[in-house]
């Protein structure tokens, strides 16, 4: 807090920053190595202060954070010719190149730590370099299979017909005004509660009959398609939509979207971890077929800028209000699509396991075992995950933090200054937290015995996978909201069922033949165990996993050999799965969802 | 005793206080629930329960331990709670010690009155006994400074 008053944004109509004095100076230069640091790791080009070139990085500010190239060109020309400039997409630093070092000199000596056009107003931070990033402009000609753009699809007059069709007012916004944009349907409504549609209650209102030109034109083109559904979506600038797969069980492909009034990047990201941007310009029809409607994920960044081609390279374009048509057939029946990872009708097929057998799984196969293994658990979990001690950490003094599943207690007592009660199923782990010290009590992470309310930090790490169905799941994090006060924060962890998102996970390195070569299971080999009327495969350690719900081995060692084999009930997350569940509940807003080391994560704050 | 200001679901048992005299103490001898605690707990999830508060307190036995004062601490802690039900339940134990009824309005720089909330919102541990539903008198047993609020599946 003090920190950014020092270097802060107080006095707005000030463009440059005061001279520092001795105190703020060595501020300035420790937040300069910090942030030389951080373009060394982002780019992996070191720069300094000491060893003056032509080349002068901007290391605080970039694409990322709302530079554009023509506000480094505006403040920095004046010093001299530039020989270029170098945005990076999705990076918060940027290189600029003199013709000589004089006015490089120069201009570092004037700009530093005092020019505010940073991100909030705030001053931008130099360094020099000796060399610089390989330019590699975005190339927005690749794009995900299946994926088609067709510029200029419609004419102006035919975007204003279109746009004439819906009317956004400030008051009246539609169907709903979303957390982050406006939304329209004709023909079916989808629910953004149940993420479908209700096959059984068509709107009065079907697709205007306005847009029948449409389907003429395409096809003359050879595409015969006429939708039953549409979605009139409405953004302003620096508004977005969260990265999504339009549900495989509610629609057919393809999926078609008209853009109109402004341009937008639409990101595509692929599970295995594959970003492309694709650049949707105005009155362009975008079709999505095959892998890109059902293996990726699309969304709109909110932002007020894009990346976008140019004759240059790449350059930031301001976007106005964008208003998208999206046009769908409804699905009949379920999906049948190859794409599992992302098909929710595959998830449904896969999970059929209803509550009172999860109750007896969750009982036998997680409960009872914790019990029969928690002094062996206790001696093997010692390592905290660093995200969640700075979790924890970041609780302000007097919050009340709540470990839900607070197994060992690993991350209790770690914060000083709050109040933190732990929770747990079994009796022998919370046993070892009262040896510890810690406040605990007994529960099921199903029913949490606090009031409304009262946390203002909520951390349930690697428990909500030990759930046997989605029902169960979803009741968890419900409970997690309701003892969140409004503003309060969550951290989940969940296990991911791909153990090899970003690279090996430490969870497959731990086997020595993982490291050398990918010897694949298949399903032949597996061994299978029935519990009562449900029969899941038993999981090879330290292998990926096949499947989601799955029974993973514990063994207890004696003296080096396995004296006793226990089997725990898992189900393994996909990717976006723990958003899915989270953003089921329209009371809280998702602050971030990452992968770390095989395990999904999302942190989130109920808002309401 | 003021018997008369007591809630008849706050039943007072026995209480045999053990006092450990103030030095710095083992950590494995804090086993704990404390009345901080209790002032979160709720048995709203039971079938059939619409509050679920206050628990009622049935002490066996409790144990008073020093932990160091943190006035910052407790006066951020103090808007979190319930009050009346924290001054209920710590004249239940019998360690109100003069805890005044109504929270004053600048708490914040009394210091005094700092030391004896802190005293009873964290130096004050049952080890065992039971809390109870006030609406259907359900039993909570506490162990070892371990409430089980466990609930049957019939119970939810």
Known sequence: MAESCVLGCESEELKFQMEPSGNSLKKLERKMRKCHAVVEKETGIPCSTSNPTKNVVVCNSGLSNGLTEEVVMESFMSFGTLDRIIMLPGKSCCFVVFKNLANAKDAFEHINGKLKIAQDNKPILLGYSETLPAVRPIDFRVKPPGLKVVPDFISEAEEELLLSLVNFDEDEGGDGVMKHRQVKHFGFEFRYDINNVDKDAPLEVGVPAECDFLWDRLKSRGLDFRPDQLTVNHYKPGQGIPPHVDTHSAFDEPLLSVSLSSDIVMDFRHRNGKHLPVFVPRRSLTIMNGESRYDWTHGITPRKLDVVPSEKGITANERGVRVSFTFRRIRQGECECIYKSLCDSHRRKAEDISNEIAAKLESTHVHQVYEDIADHFNETRHKPWPNVLDFVLSMKPGSIVVDIGCGNGKYMGINKNVFDMGCDRSFNLLDLCVESGYNVFNCNCLSVPLRDGIADGVICIAVIHHLANEERRKQSISEMIRVLRVGGRALIYVWAKDQNYYRKSSYLKQNRKNRKDETDITEQDEIKFSFDRVTLPIHTNRKQFLHQDLFVPWKLLNEGTISDEFLRYYHVFEENELDYLVRTFDDVEVIESYYEQGNWCIVFEKVK | ?156
């Open chain 2, 1 to 156: 005793m003021r018997l008369g200001l007591t809630p008849a679901f706050l039943v007072k048992i026995v209480s045999s206080v053990v006092l450990i005299p103030a030095r710095s103490v083992h950590k494995s001898e804090l086993v704990k629930m404390k009345l901080l605690t209790h002032n979160m707990l709720t048995s709203k999830s039971m079938k059939g329960v619409t509050v679920g508060y206050p628990l009622g307190i049935n002490v066996v036995d409790i144990k008073v331990t020093e932990v160091d004062f943190n006035p910052e601490f407790i006066s951020r802690i103090i808007p979190k709670l319930d009050w009346s039900v924290l001054w209920k339940a710590a004249d239940t134990i019998g360690q109100l010690d003069d805890l005044p009824k109504e929270l004053s309005q600048e708490y914040e720089n009394d210091n005094d009155f700092l030391k004896k909330v802190h005293h009873v919102l964290l130096e004050v541990d049952i080890v065992n006994g039971e809390l109870v539903c006030p609406e259907t008198g359900r039993k909570f047993p506490i162990n070892n400074g371990i409430p089980n609020m466990l609930l049957n599946e019939d119970e939810v």
